[in-house]
């Protein structure tokens, strides 16, 4: 299903325009939704994709459907939490969610499976009895993950501190705001752990979710991993009707606005004049003005390309952060099956597979040999998640199936187009298809007979439909020094233009839907974070 109008069916509606939003993912919806609904803005959504909604859009094969990057989402099948709030305000109240149930995930290495239940107390209680001689390290664990992300809010509210603020009280303010975070930020995830305990499988286990940040302990911030498990320590939740129903359901209100949302337009420049951010220029040569302009489309494809290089370089935007280089790439195989999630034995929990407890060194050695082992499958069952999936596709099931792929496998390929790359390329998608199909059949046996759909993405998919320029899918990693960079904020170095999304937050959803706040918060000089979590009665 397409959501938003085709510009190159209809053109750009009639201006003037009070902002332009590139990119349609969650950042750039929700930062357009608010600027909308409090700002009285008419903005203008911009997406290069057929399809808007970044990677909260699905796909279909005849008789299936797949999201692209929404596998689950914490804080959120509970009323009253800060997200569940937002997105029902976004949404109107239409975007509804289903609860995973008790357990979330499952981290599974070799043999042994250690399931993650909802709840820190249902957490903590699990774990000692897995690991009774680990009690002390586990509850110091869960203190160090609440103490570090309390950390976070005075952090990124520091980002969207109103220019006139920032100007007089930054200098002193600034520091005193991202102290404290940055205390956590600048340790990694390994060193932070090896504090904690000196059980290897215990280390392994508790950082058994780095896929959704996409980077190994060694590498990782502590900051990143605390915020991350910390969010989905309640349990998980999924939206109802797919992942597509995120965009289709916070749309209307840019809409009636004034706003729109057009898709197959895409950006080639940022229109910059007199040393201010004035508009883009289309792919087709068409212009587009407004006072401000808003990228989704992530750092690199900002200051690497979208900025005009003399502008770029002479305000110090790098596409890069020393330290903290393009997040992994991934592949990933879309299943589909003739049978329900019941008949099938599929479960809503999310499952990590390891062939062992050192992640660190199963990815280098995956790196360095393509042969090795794989370091983790990601295993996600929408069809066991979403209870509206059986009114769509009845009698159907998908999976999908994720693994890392250094995208330096794929670069040869760059200059092909999509489904004409080859047989080499075809070969090794081949080989890879069937490392994650064996995964999966050796994890849920029933499925063998009953696949009846495989398709996989690679990094250059990726590349493709989202023109990240590594087929990254979190971004600049999750290091230290991504902590540390002071340019990841909404407010850029161009008047004018200003950065939302995940870049200038964290991974995933969560950090997308706060980032866009963060933007519109800038933006106006306006928490419009509170505004939009105020009580209607307020």
């Known amino acids: 299903m397409k959501i938003g109008r085709s510009y190159k069916q209809h053109g750009i509606p009639a201006g003037p325009w009070d902002a332009i939003v590139i990119g349609s993912g969650l950042g750039g919806l929700t930062t357009a939704a608010l600027l909308a609904r409090h700002a009285h803005r008419k903005v203008l959504v911009l ?41 029902d305000h976004l949404s109107d109240g239409e975007l509804t969610w289903a609860d995973m149930g008790e357990v979330y995930d499952r981290i599974v290495i070799g043999d042994d499976e250690y399931p993650l239940p909802a709840g820190r107390e249902a957490f903590r209680r699990a774990f000692h009895e897995r690991f009774p001689r680990q009690t002390g390290a586990i509850d110091a664990y869960l203190d160090l993950l609440r103490t570090t992300n309390r950390t976070g809010k005075r952090f990124f509210m520091e980002k969207a501190l109103p220019a006139r603020v920032e100007r007089f009280l930054g200098p002193v303010l600034g520091p005193l705001m991202r102290r404290p975070a940055l205390a956590h930020a600048r340790r990694t995830v390994a060193e932070v752990m090896a504090q904690l305990t000196d059980d290897r499988r215990l280390r392994g286990v508790l950082t058994g979710q780095y896929g959704d940040y996409g980077l190994p302990p ?21 939206p109802v009707g797919g992942s597509v ?23 080639a420049e940022i229109v910059v004049e007199r040393g201010r951010a004035v508009g883009v220029r289309l792919a087709g040569g068409d212009e587009v003005r407004a006072p401000i302009v808003i990228s989704d489309a992530g750092v690199a494809l900002t200051f690497g390309r979208l900025v005009p290089r003399e502008i770029a370089r002479a305000r110090g935007l790098s596409p890069t952060i020393a330290g903290a ?58 069809a066991a998640k979403d209870p509206d999936f059986a009114n769509r596709h009845p009698g159907k099931s998908t999976i999908e199936v994720i693994g ?55 990094p250059l998919t990726t590349r493709h439909f989202a023109a990240h320029p590594e087929g ?40 997308a839907l706060l980032g866009g706040a963060m933007a519109a918060t800038a933006i106006t000089g306006r928490n419009l974070l509170e505004d939009a979590l105020r009580p209607p009665s307020a």
Request: net charge neutral.
């Open 472 to 511: 990254e899918i979190y971004g600049l990693s999750h290091t230290p020094a991504r902590f540390e960079a002071r340019h990841l904020r909404p407010r850029t170095a161009v008047p004018g233009l200003y950065l939302t999304g995940s870049d200038i937050c964290t991974a995933g959803v969560g950090g």
């Open 218 to 238: 060694g590498q990782a911030s502590w900051f990143m991993h605390a915020m991350l498990a910390s969010h989905y320590l309640g349990g998980g939740g999924y």
């Open 404 to 458: 890392v792929a250094p995208y330096a496998w794929f670069r040869k390929w760059e200059g092909t187009a999509w489904h004409k790359r080859g047989a080499d390329y075809d070969a090794l998608k081949a080989r890879l298809t069937e490392r994650l199909r064996g995964e999966l059949e050796r994890r849920c046996p029933k499925t063998a007979s009953a696949i009846r759909h495989c398709e996989l993405s690679t």
């Open 47 to 87: 997406e290069r994709h057929y399809t808007a909604g970044g990677f909260t859009h699905v796909f279909h094969r005849p008789g299936y459907d797949w999201d692209v990057g929404v596998h689950y989402v914490g804080d959120v099948h509970r009323p009253g939490t800060l997200l569940r709030r937002l997105f």
């Open 325 to 382: 280089p393009p997040s992994f790439a991934h592949v990933s195989l879309y299943v589909g099956l003739e049978g329900t999630p019941a008949e099938l034995g599929l479960t809503p929990a999310n499952q990590w597979v390891y062939a062992h407890d050192d992640h660190d060194a199963a990815c280098a050695r995956y790196v360095d040999d393509p042969e090795a082992p794989l370091p983790v499958a990601y295993l996600s069952f929408p």
């Open 245 to 267: 129903r995120i965009a289709q359901t916070i749309i209307p209100a840019i809409e009636r606005a004034g706003g729109a949302v057009m898709t197959s337009a895409e950006v």
